[in-house]
């Protein structure tokens, strides 16, 4: 198009929300992946043979989301060792583009999801 000169990538910038995908009203940007999801997987596979030796244990934290802030990335959904550990019983996902709780009774209260969010969207609440 007519600004194709003026944008420019700014990788070291650049948090791979999605955010510019989304507010593009041409669909002419497309993220491809999310920079927590690269590192996730590298670590994917100790990740998932730790938590699976691990026992299950409630937590009495409850996990907390500002649907308003979500820029809808799915880094806390990619980040959650206990969503790809137990895909069909995840904890915590995007929904129409929004973060909300699947099921705060599989949440272990790791805080992996909240330093993978990069807008400040989910929280715990009981935990110090």
Do not use: W
């Not at 993220?31 to 999801?37: F, G, S």
């Not at 583009?97 to 949440?107: L, T």
Request: contains cysteine.
């Amino acid at each position: 198009g007519e600004f194709a000169d003026i944008i420019k990538h700014r990788l070291d910038a650049c948090i791979f929300c999605g955010a510019c995908e989304n507010a593009c009203p041409n669909d002419a940007i497309k993220v491809r992946r999310t920079a927590i999801a690269d590192t996730i997987e590298k670590k994917g596979a100790l990740e998932k043979k730790i938590l699976q030796e691990l026992e299950f244990r409630p937590t009495k934290a409850i996990l907390k989301t500002y649907p308003e802030l979500c820029h809808g990335c799915g880094n806390c959904a990619v980040a959650c060792p206990v969503n790809s550990l137990y895909g069909e019983n995840m904890t915590i996902e995007v929904e129409n583009g929004s973060v909300c709780v699947i099921n705060q009774e599989n949440c272990r209260g790791c805080g992996t999801c909240i330093d993978a969010c990069p807008v400040d969207a989910i929280e715990l609440e009981g935990v110090k």
